[in-house]
């Protein structure tokens, strides 16, 4: 931890976003104090609201780990304000009242100490204003903070810094903000909701109001936005029932306040619309309601997902949509369709761009960014001017002019160059030149595009691509990552260079922010038990776990970058590394059991190796918990208790940092000695209560499974790794013939669901 880390918090506002924030400090390893008020009347528990609302963070998995909610003390701001003096950081997150935000920091400036940085989490409210009364001292240790909830889910952190703000004040948070929190940080100017609100809460207000103006439903507005956009599957108006339609009249009544009377706004404003305050008035605010413009109703036959009539105010069975312009594939394909989806999908990206390009200007100093907002802060597969790319800056050019409008300056200026992004690595500046991006974070785009030794060697399903620094990295490229016969040949391709020379250390790592590996490719599991060929399930089986075992036993350091999902022949592909560096948000495990399989290509082994390294009792009951549970881990702190991650291994709070970690740790074990393994591993005493006994009521394919598991780890005598392997193999190819494992499979594969048999 260097000097200039954040040590101690406090968080004021034990809200949803202040205990949430709270919350991911903690994970960061950071102690913290969250305030709230005292209840009115209360003598007993003066704390009692920042203690209840640490309690619904646990319960929400707002911490990595629930034994990190001992990180967090409640308090309050009457008795605790010397918490402000200790202090490295103060976060402000109070609800939306100037005169309360500026009571509180009377408060906290006659306490904090001279270095306490000081924030707030608003996005609504000038930082000018917030800081109007406060000494010299406060103001440049004073900035803006704006965390998207959920704070520990949510990977945007927008900062704002003020004209007397201290810039090594800004370098800290940035630096807090992106390797200790893990958030991307966008340095935003002191304009109305920054950038990712600014653009967002325009874009829903336009897509919601044409929508109901127009001769669409909700449920196809939200397909248009999902399916052409690249919205989350919510749509917009699933994404009002979200975040509560109850914050319509503060949050936009507050956009129309500070914006002047011809900004695009007020064109929308949806705070008079009369579908908005219909629902209002009968108190339908979305999820956290009896239901918003959607809601799930519960009948005797299973739940039922139900639309309401903006006419009548009452709700009916959701619809599927059946416009012509959802058949066709790609935004600029729905826009040009002659129906009424595609008048609709038409008329939003019209009015959206169109705003985005005479709103950049005075927002952002290149279009990036707010492509950038719109992706961490909305979970948009692409930002607006990415999508204005997508379809053409010549083509939206002629339907501009075509229809009689205005073509903004900007649109223009993207016309003249090629295009927002007319070329990697460059995009365009706001006052219409072409600029350089800043480097960001390693990426194996990055590398296969700019270093000079490119992809060192590729097939369909993976790549070996040069990091620099006699460094490669096999990314996978199918589908979630998952692995297959391609996969296995590039590790094979990729053991032989090394061992020739081409690189000294090699990094398992992807781009994919979703996925390291989603696992084995089922379908090929399943055409082989279709063809019931015991000859070719067995040597795709070895396969997989012969290549697995040559990467461990590579005499080149070997590193797995993980984040996301490393479920199943995934998680045995990054237990295969000699050292592994992952992101917070994994999600690691076995799930095989509910697919009629077990971890084959070395899980099994690996784990009961990890369990006997660290000194457990029982070493093979802990690699049988792992294989039979199916439990993902519920982060990598999560998988380093349950003893998937050794403490040896590396947790990155940033996942977008991981492959650059990764990187420098390879370099770090060239030529270091390796942990040295035992040869030979104690399995669970026969005479001990057995492994599955536990599972008497399960299913009779449950139980099938799970006693072959307990079977191959129990015995009286020490066995080899080799052994352990060859009854991996015997076990798996035992259980994929048999009709109900193979049930399971297909069920999977048909419905993303487990089979229950």
Known sequence: MSTTDVRQAVVVGAGAMGSGIAAQLANAGVTVRLLDVVPEGETDDRSRLARDAIARQVKAGGFMLPV?????????VVDDVAAYAEADWVIEAVFEDLAVKRDLYATIEAHRGPATMVSSNTSTIPLDRLVEGRDAGFVAHFAITHFFNPPRQMPLLEVVAGVSTDPDVVDRLVAAGDHQLGKTVLRC????????????NFWMAVASAEALAGDIDIETADAVMTRAFGTPRTGVFGLFDLVGINLVPSIWTSFLR???ADDGYHRYDITVNDVFTGLLERGLVGRRGPGGFTRRRKTADGPVDEVIDTETFEYRPRRTPSDPALQVRGLKATCATDSPAGRYAWTVLREFVDYCCVTAPQI???????????KLGYAWQAGPFELADT????????????????????????AEAGGFRPRPGAVLATDGGVVELPPGPLTVAQASGVLVSGVLAENASAALVDLGDQVACLTLRTKMNVCEPGVFELIEQALELGEQGAFAALVIGTDHPRAFSAGANLNVFASLADRNDPDELRSFTERGQRSFARLRAASFPVVAAARGLALGGGCELMLAAHHVVAGAELYAGFPERKVGLIPAWGGVTRTLIRATLRGLPDPAARAFALASSSAISGSAFHAQAEGLLLPSDEIVMNGARVLERAKAAALELVGRPRRPEPGVFALHSPRL???????????????????????????DEPVTEAELLRREIDVALELVVLPPNQDRMRHMLATNRPLEN
Do not use: C, K
């Open 189 to 200: 100017r002191d304009t109305p909701g920054f950038l990712a609100n600014r653009i967002g």
């Open 364 to 374: 952002a100093d290149q279009v990036g960014l707010i492509d950038d907002a719109m």
């Open 68 to 76: 990190f909610a001992e990180r967090v003390m409640p308090g309050n």
């Open 258 to 260: 500070l914006l002047p």
């Open 391 to 414: 379809v053409g800056v010549d083509w939206l050019v002629e339907r501009f002019e075509a229809e009689g409008r205005p073509v903004p300056a900007l649109l223009r200026h993207a």
């Open 689 to 715: 209560e057995p492994l599955d006994a536990s599972w008497s009521d399960a299913s009779a394919t449950d139980q099938r499974i799970v006693g072959a598991l307990a079977a191959m780890l129990t015995g």
